[in-house]
């Protein structure tokens, strides 16, 4: 059975870090890239970074870019996303999602085959 499980959510004030964590199981890591995306209430889902496993490429939205870090460890099967320097507008549900692919993109969503339930980052100002 495929799963994605994301932790590491909760309420932080501004300027301040958390850091996520999907662990992945049920299919081949070295294979897959994995995305992180978020969506706030009343707004579209966006991707934020992903990871390719096997060539640990990485791609980041612009508004991520410096604070955001995503790293993979295939050894636990996870993937993170360390979050710096947290912003009001980055609340949201973070979800990781799956694609099996050597690259990674966070263009397109509709290419991500398998994905979390989410965790919920809340930032206050």
């Known amino acids: 059975e495929v799963q994605l499980v994301e932790s590491g959510g909760g309420l932080v004030q501004a300027g301040e870090s958390l850091r996520l964590s999907c662990a992945v199981s049920g299919f081949s890591f070295d294979d897959y890239a994995i995305g992180w995306f978020r969506q706030a209430p009343g707004k579209e889902r966006e991707g934020v970074s992903c990871v390719s496993a096997r060539t640990e490429i990485t791609n980041y939205a612009d508004f991520v870019k410096g604070r955001f870090t995503i790293s993979s460890d295939s050894a636990k099967n996870t993937v993170y996303l360390q979050m710096n320097s947290l912003k009001p507008e980055d609340t949201a549900v973070y979800y990781c999602?799956?694609?099996?692919?050597?690259?990674?993109?966070?263009?397109?969503?509709?290419?991500?085959?398998?994905w979390g339930q989410g965790t919920q980052v809340a930032v206050s100002s």
């Open positions: 999602a799956a694609e099996r692919t050597s690259y990674c993109s966070i263009t397109t969503m509709t290419t991500y085959d398998y």
